[in-house]
T-cell receptor
Framework: ETGVTQTPRHLVMGMTNKKSLKCEQH?????MYWYKQSAKKPLELMFV???????ENNSVPSRFSPECPNSSHLFLHLHTLQPEDSALYLC?????????????FGPGTRLTVL | AQKITQTQPGMFVQEKEAVTLDCTYD???????LFWYKQPSSGEMIFLIY??????QNATEGRYSLNFQKARKSANLVISASQLGDSAMYFC?????????????FGSGTRLLVRP
């Protein structure tokens, strides 16, 4: 029970589909993150939002489109994905961007692209 | 060069014994934070313990302690009195202070299996 929820927990989609992942944090934090965890690779930071403003975008393909309507909600819109995009997508939140700010993670969405 | 190195892809430990998971890091920033997370098979990353670069004492949280050796740039996690529920992936991560970076850099992880 970390205060960060993600829906759906599992998603299977075709390469031509459009879907969205949702993340909600109940911790009163100001920063939210999307990470990608592929098999046999370290966690990769995708996007960071601080106070609803995108502060980092780590060279993520445009088929991934983040949206942060407020400090409690974060979305990842997906379209025309590739099979190599199949992975666990983790959302996290933290109070801010200081070195001591702990990031708290949600349970993840396991995405399979057919 | 890798920023965070976890050299043990997998480890076994007997229930009730202690185990040390290794982590070395590389940074030229004097201000940084080190974190350990646990990831069970369910997928959620669970925060365990934090050590700041300026902290004088090693961090402890219940059965978890961090053996911080700054000169060696190592931050090993020690789990005392292992329990079956400790079986999981464990990740070491670092956050550097430059430009108030939000980025948390993860190692490749160690899979721990606790034997009954």
């Amino acid at each position: 029970e970390t205060g960060v929820t993600q829906t759906p927990r599992h998603l299977v989609m075709g390469m031509t589909n459009k879907k969205s992942l949702k993340c909600e944090q109940h911790l009163g934090h100001n920063a939210m993150y999307w990470y990608k965890q592929s098999a046999k690779k370290p966690l990769e930071l995708m996007f960071v939002y601080s106070l609803e403003e995108r502060v980092e975008n780590n060279s993520v393909p445009s088929r991934f489109s983040p949206e942060c309507p407020n400090s409690s909600h974060l979305f990842l819109h997906l379209h025309t994905l590739q099979p190599e995009d199949s992975a666990l997508y983790l959302c996290a939140s933290s109070q801010g961007g200081e070195t001591w700010d702990t990031q708290y993670f949600g349970p993840g969405t396991r995405l399979t692209v057919l | 060069a890798q920023k965070i190195t976890q050299t043990q892809p997998g480890m076994f430990v007997q229930e009730k014994e202690a185990v040390t998971l290794d982590c070395t890091y590389d940074t030229s920033d004097p201000s940084y934070g080190l974190f350990w997370y646990k990831q069970p098979s369910s997928g959620e990353m669970i925060f365990l313990i934090y050590q700041g670069s300026y902290d004088q004492q090693n961090a402890t949280e219940g059965r978890y302690s961090l053996n911080f050796q700054k000169a060696r740039k190592s931050a090993n996690l020690v789990i005392s009195a292992s329990q079956l529920g400790d079986s999981a992936m464990y990740f070491c991560a670092m956050r550097e202070g430059r430009d108030s970076s939000y980025k948390l850099i993860f190692g490749s992880g160690t899979r721990l299996l606790v034997r009954p």
